[in-house]
């Protein structure tokens, strides 16, 4: 082999080399910013997520929004700014009870469970009036939104007529379906229409339902919760006629049988 070829070889040679370590440096500036770009994609990725969480917890629940409505569905039967005037009774009836609940109260259940069917009789006989003020703030003592959904649904029941709703409220406030306070059963669309099958004008009522299950007047619940915090009452129940309290007698507490009830009432239709 001639000097020449030889010398030509190991040029050859080392222009071989030096272009596969230039291959090799580009594929391995590719494979660093492929790495690099995943990284950068990763991380925003991680950034975004965490903006997204972020968002949705920042974001207003469906009982804020209803709170904060400006339109709202009111039901029939009702009066009033926002339909918050719910007054159930014969038109002639002189005197009104004002009447404040919580549908998660337990004393509510069992005033209603003592003295429930003698209202009934009275408001039906024209002895008076009833003003019923709806409260929520179970909901916040106790956490969940059974006061709020129940409210929403007696809403339904108003909606049908003022009969179905008191029927409906003493079904709720039963022994057979008012729950402990710590048990947000009322929460559960599913069960306030199980109870409302006990109430004929509502049994399979698919407008009342739908009314349930769609929310439709959650806004008025929470505006009918907003009347019951503007009123100064303080907890629940609470009778009231002519602005005095309703009270057992020697008590502060409202009376929770028949007849302290009847007594208390006919002393204050007196008066």
């Not at 619940?221 to 006629?241: D, I, N, Q, R, W």
Request: with cysteine.
């Amino acid at each position: 082999m001639s000097k020449r070829n030889t010398q030509a070889n190991k040029a050859a040679a080392r222009e071989r080399l030096r272009a596969e370590r230039e291959r090799q440096a580009k594929k391995d500036k590719t494979r660093k910013q492929l790495v690099v770009a995943g990284s950068v994609v990763a991380a925003l990725a991680v950034i975004g997520g965490i903006s997204y969480g972020v968002m949705q917890l920042n974001k207003p629940g469906a009982w804020e929004e209803a709170a904060d409505a400006k339109n709202v569905s009111a039901p029939k039967n009702t009066s009033g700014k926002d339909g918050t005037t719910v007054v159930v009774g014969k038109a002639d009836a002189k005197k009104t009870l004002e009447l404040y609940e919580d549908s998660r109260c337990p004393v509510c259940a069992t005033f209603e469970q003592g003295v429930g069917e003698t209202v009934s009789k009275d408001v039906e006989a024209g002895k008076y009036k009833i003003k019923y003020v709806g409260a929520t703030f179970i909901d916040n003592t106790d956490n969940g939104e059974g006061s709020k959904n129940a409210l929403s649904a007696l809403g339904a029941a108003l909606n049908v007529s003022p009969e179905a709703f008191m029927e409906y409220k003493a079904a709720l406030y039963s022994a057979e379906f008012h729950p402990q306070e710590s048990d947000d059963k009322f929460s559960k669309d599913s069960y306030l229409i199980k109870v409302a099958d006990s109430v004929d004008a509502l049994k399979g009522n698919k407008d009342f339902q739908k009314n349930v299950e769609d929310g439709t007047y959650d806004a008025w619940a929470m505006k009918m919760s907003e009347t019951f915090e503007k009123s100064g009452v303080k907890g629940t129940p609470t009778l009231k006629m002519d602005g005095e309290k309703i009270t057992s007698e020697g008590s502060d507490n409202a009376p929770m049988t028949a007849d302290e009830f009847t007594k208390a009432v006919d002393k204050a239709l007196k008066a």
